[in-house]
């Protein structure tokens, strides 16, 4: 079963991010440190990045929600890599980044709610909703995968290709279009998760 699970693994544009950006993240992560913030401080100020945003969306200042939305992203990155700086990562903090960004999402998608119910755009909402129910989707596939041993990473879609599809819509106020793009692609990539786990979960048994 773990060579089937090693074999189903893949790199995930997330992980060439990583890569790529760790020159960056790093010293920030390592200065935040000697400023004697802890990671989960800088998750928290993330969720409250998040919340203002979705604020200003809901009050109709879409770009400006766009913009700082744009500003706090990199936050993401910053509190993983500052505890693995400090030697102290954890399961727990591990924990509390995954659950804080589900709710930093999905207030976002609040305040995009919001936006539309008072522009009585009901397509809009619908859109919101899809767009949600798939990124919650995304992550649940994935974490379910995992508890059961399966490789969960697989698909097109996750949340930092959601960000970089939505973060554009939102400062050119284009977001029924961002959120039209996410709907169907986020669901696809939940399916295509559920399809790897099943692939996987075959091939298991026929070891």
């Given at each position: 079963?773990?060579q089937?699970i090693?074999?189903?693994?893949?790199?995930?544009?997330?992980?060439?991010?990583?890569?790529?950006?760790?020159?960056?993240?790093?010293?920030?992560?390592?200065?935040?440190?000697?400023?004697g913030?802890?990671?989960?401080?800088?998750?928290?100020?993330?969720?409250?990045?998040?919340?203002a945003?979705?604020?200003?969306?809901?009050q109709?200042e879409?770009?400006?929600?766009?913009?700082?939305?744009?500003?706090?992203?990199?936050?993401?990155?910053?509190d993983?890599?500052?505890?693995?700086?400090?030697?102290?990562?954890?399961?727990?903090?591990?924990?509390?980044?995954?659950?804080?960004?589900?709710?930093?999402?999905?207030?976002?998608?609040?305040?995009?709610?919001?936006?539309?119910?008072?522009?009585?755009?009901?397509l809009?909402?619908?859109?919101?909703?899809?767009?949600?129910?798939?990124?919650?989707?995304?992550?649940?596939?994935?974490?379910?995968?995992?508890?059961?041993?399966?490789d969960?990473?697989?698909?097109?879609?996750?949340?930092?290709?959601?960000?970089?599809?939505?973060?554009?819509?939102?400062?050119?106020?284009?977001?029924i279009?961002?959120l039209?793009?996410?709907?169907?692609?986020?669901?696809?990539?939940?399916?295509q998760?559920?399809w790897?786990?099943?692939?996987?979960?075959?091939?298991?048994?026929?070891l």
């Amino acid at each position: 079963m773990e060579q089937a699970i090693k074999d189903a693994k893949v790199k995930t544009f997330t992980d060439f991010l990583r890569v790529v950006f760790k020159n960056v993240i790093d010293p920030i992560a390592a200065f935040l440190n000697r400023l004697g913030l802890k990671p989960n401080t800088v998750t928290l100020s993330g969720l409250i990045g998040h919340t203002a945003a979705a604020y200003l969306i809901a009050q109709g200042e879409v770009t400006w929600g766009g913009l700082l939305i744009l500003v706090m992203a990199p936050v993401d990155a910053l509190d993983g890599a500052m505890a693995r700086l400090r030697g102290e990562p954890s399961k727990f903090g591990a924990f509390i980044d995954s659950v804080t960004d589900r709710y930093s999402e999905l207030v976002l998608f609040g305040g995009l709610l919001v936006y539309f119910l008072n522009q009585n755009n009901w397509l809009g909402c619908g859109l919101v909703y899809l767009a949600a129910a798939g990124s919650v989707m995304v992550s649940y596939t994935r974490a379910r995968a995992e508890t059961l041993g399966f490789d969960g990473k697989i698909g097109l879609l996750s949340r930092v290709e959601r960000y970089i599809i939505l973060i554009p819509s939102l400062i050119f106020n284009l977001s029924i279009y961002g959120l039209g793009i996410i709907a169907v692609l986020a669901n696809f990539t939940a399916v295509q998760r559920i399809w790897s786990v099943r692939k996987q979960a075959h091939e298991t048994m026929n070891l």
